[in-house]
C-alpha cells in the first residue's frame, strides 16, 4: 500500500485537512497527502431526499483510485445510502474508497453553540473509522475505540481518534 489520498468533494475547510494528514500518516503508517480534482457532486444528488448518494460517489472514486492506494472523499453536503437516514461516512470492507461527509458534525446542527475544535475532533475520528474500514478493519465493540459503530454525535464524542489494542494488531497485518 503505498498512498492514501484525501479528496476534498465540495469542502471548503482544506486547512482543517492539511492539520490532519501527519496524524492519519501516523496512524496508519503510510504517506497521506490532499489531493484537489475537479468533481461534479450533482449527478448524485437525490431531489427526493435532498441528499447525495454515498455509494455512488464512493463507486466513481474506486475508479480513480489506483491499485495501491486508498482514496477518501471529504464532503460537506449531507450523504446517504438507502437503507439509512444519513450517514457520517461509507467505506466497503477491504475497498480502495471511502467517503465522509462533515455535515452532521458541526454543534450547530444541534442548536448548540459551535465548537470548531469538536468539529474538527469529529472529523478525524471519521476518516480514520473510514480508512480503517477500507483497509479492512470490522466494527469493534470496545469502548473508545474509534472503530466503535456510532449513530449520533454524542456517541461519536464517547469514543477516541485511536484504535485498540487488538484493532492496532489487527491493521498491522492488514497493511504489512
Ligand atoms: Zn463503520
Ligand atoms: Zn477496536
Redesign the pocket.
Known amino acids: 500500500m503505498s498512498l492514501i489520498k484525501i479528496i476534498p468533494l465540495q469542502f471548503s475547510a482544506v486547512e482543517e485537512l492539511e492539520i490532519m494528514l501527519s496524524i492519519i500518516s501516523n496512524r496508519f503508517k503510510i504517506e497521506t497527502r490532499l489531493s484537489t480534482r475537479p468533481f461534479d457532486m450533482t449527478p448524485y444528488f437525490n431531489p427526493v431526499r435532498s441528499q447525495y448518494n454515498a455509494n455512488e460517489i464512493i463507486q466513481q472514486l474506486v475508479t480513480s483510485a489506483g491499485d495501491d492506494n486508498k482514496i477518501v472523499g471529504i464532503t460537506e453536503l449531507d450523504l446517504f445510502i438507502p437503507v439509512l437516514k444519513y450517514i457520517f461516512g461509507q467505506a466497503y470492507l477491504g475497498g480502495s474508497a471511502a467517503l465522509v461527509s462533515g455535515h452532521r458534525l458541526h454543534n450547530s446542527r444541534y442548536g448548540l453553540a459551535e465548537d470548531p475544535k469538536l468539529y474538527s475532533d469529529r472529523l478525524l475520528k471519521c476518516l480514520i473509522h473510514e480508512l480503517g474500514h477500507a483497509f479492512g478493519l470490522k466494527h469493534?465493540l470496545?469502548p473508545g475505540?474509534?472503530?466503535?459503530s456510532t449513530t449520533y454525535v454524542e456517541e461519536m464524542d464517547q469514543k477516541s481518534d485511536i484504535?485498540?489494542h487488538?484493532?492496532q494488531e489487527e491493521l498491522a497485518e492488514l497493511t504489512a
Request: aromatic share 10%; net charge positive; glycine share 0%.
Open positions: 469493534c470496545k475505540c474509534v472503530m466503535v484504535f485498540c487488538t484493532c
